[in-house]
């Protein structure tokens, strides 16, 4: 599985977009770009997934790069509750022999009031 | 629907004893994850159940780890005897099965401390 680059910590105003990057240099064709996020002393909680279109669901939206090699993921109205350490992971989607996720050690993200 | 369980949420042991942590998945989810959580690392993954057959176990240390799952539903990880660099958040996943890549679903965890 590719490696992702991403800033050890980040902060944003309550009420404010919160915007995540994370580099994938590396990226194989067939790899998809994965978001967890972990509160504190909780399990990882998925966030979205994408291949190479931006996709949107209720938590948030991702944004990639036409040649892949980087995204972001943005939270429209950052809220306290959204304190967390954010994770980037890319791995084969569908059709892998495993479903396999390497974490890195993430963006914590502190919402500011 | 339910969410991963597990027990015990904390445990303190001393080195050299053993442990062992439960995990029930969320109904219906065939494949079942345990991961080891070290302070300020993300998770690794330890093992991987498909059903009750092992698909990964490459990161787990066999000399002192083991974990079953019997049935195919729920699943136990022990460790013996513990050692002091063992102290971490156990954390149990599941997904399902014929979804393929589909998102993973995690518990709360478990905390061991070892003295």
């Given amino acids: 599985d590719a490696k992702t680059t991403q800033p050890p910590s980040m902060d944003c105003a309550e009420g404010r977009a919160a915007n995540l990057p994370c580099n994938h240099s590396t990226i194989s064709g067939n790899e998809y770009v994965y978001w967890y996020r972990q509160i504190h002393s909780q399990g990882p909680q998925y966030i979205i997934h994408g291949l190479k279109n931006n996709e949107t669901n209720e938590m948030a939206s991702l944004i990639i790069t036409e040649d892949r090699k980087s995204s972001t993921l943005i939270l429209p109205h950052a809220t306290l509750r959204d304190t967390a350490v954010y994770y980037c992971i890319v791995r084969v989607g569908y059709g892998g022999a495993t479903n396999k996720l390497i974490f890195g050690t993430g963006t914590l993200l502190a919402v500011q009031p | ?115």
Wanted: charge should be positive.
């Fill in chain 2, 1 to 115: 629907e339910a969410g991963v369980a597990q027990s015990p949420r904390y445990k303190i042991i001393e080195k050299r004893q053993s442990v062992a942590f439960w995990c029930n998945p969320i109904s219906g989810h065939a494949t079942l994850y345990w991961y080891q959580q070290i302070l300020g690392q993300g998770p690794k993954l330890l093992i991987q159940f498909q059903n009750n057959g092992v698909v990964d176990d490459s990161q787990l240390p066999k000399d002192r780890f083991s974990a079953e799952r019997l049935k195919g539903v729920d699943s136990t990880l022990k460790i013996q005897p513990a050692k002091l660099e063992d102290s971490a958040v156990y954390l149990c996943a599941s997904s399902p099965e014929l979804r393929g890549g589909y998102e993973q679903y995690f518990g709360p965890g478990t905390r061991l401390t070892v003295t």
